[in-house]
């Protein structure tokens, strides 16, 4: 009877495990696709914003630095037209810039959507950081934070924890010599 409850128990508890296993999956699928709803930027959004003003839809995409040169084109075409210059190829490059900003204000969203997805996909982005304090002191990483999976893979940081540890062991031996010295001092001071 003892061994009947007992394999009930056990296989209770892995159905158990095994399901809220499953169910975390479930959760980090679901926060993925939260955040990617929360981050991700519409392109009809960004062409109606520069439609209103230039470099607007940039910079609703996340890239404000792209619409820089649309905005001073827009800005410097009505100034032109203010100090005399008018014809024809002002008007259509005015029109042309503004349909190339349209595009680019569209292809800068989707630019922006297509990145916000590699990350999410890209398991290096996801590790959580550490502080490396230790080595980060000793100058061996620049930030003090690296992510668990990058550093192991980085035959840079190996090889600088390779030497650490090197310079650590030449201390240790250093110091034991000395203790050793110290030793047999106290020993013939003894005497």
């Given at each position: 009877?003892?061994?009947?409850?007992?394999?009930?128990l056990l296989l209770t508890f892995i159905v158990v495990i095994?399901?809220?296993?499953?169910?975390?999956e479930d959760k980090k699928d679901l926060y993925q696709l939260s955040a990617y709803q929360s981050e991700s930027k519409n392109p009809t959004v960004a062409v109606m914003g520069a439609w209103f003003f230039p470099s607007v839809g940039h910079a609703y995409a996340g890239d404000w630095i792209r619409g820089l040169p649309f905005l001073v084109i827009n800005l410097a075409i009505p100034?032109?037209?203010?100090?005399?210059?008018?014809?024809?190829?002002?008007s259509y490059s005015f029109v042309g810039t503004k349909i190339w900003e349209f595009v680019d204000a569209y292809s800068t969203?989707?630019?922006?959507?297509?990145?916000?997805?590699?990350?999410m996909s890209n398991p290096n982005v996801r590790a959580p950081l550490t502080a490396k304090t230790s080595l980060a002191e000793d100058g061996f990483l620049e930030e003090g934070f690296v992510s668990g999976e990058v550093a192991a893979e980085s035959k840079d940081v190996q090889d600088k924890i390779t030497a650490l540890e090197k310079k650590y062991d030449q201390q240790f031996d250093l110091l034991f010599k000395r203790l050793?010295?110290?030793?047999?001092?106290?020993a013939e001071k003894k005497d």
């Open positions: 009877m003892k061994k009947k409850i007992t394999f009930f095994a399901g809220n296993m499953v169910h975390a100034v032109s037209m203010a100090y005399g210059a008018s014809g024809a190829l002002l969203a989707e630019d922006s959507n297509q990145k916000l997805i590699a990350g050793k010295l110290s030793k047999a001092e106290v």
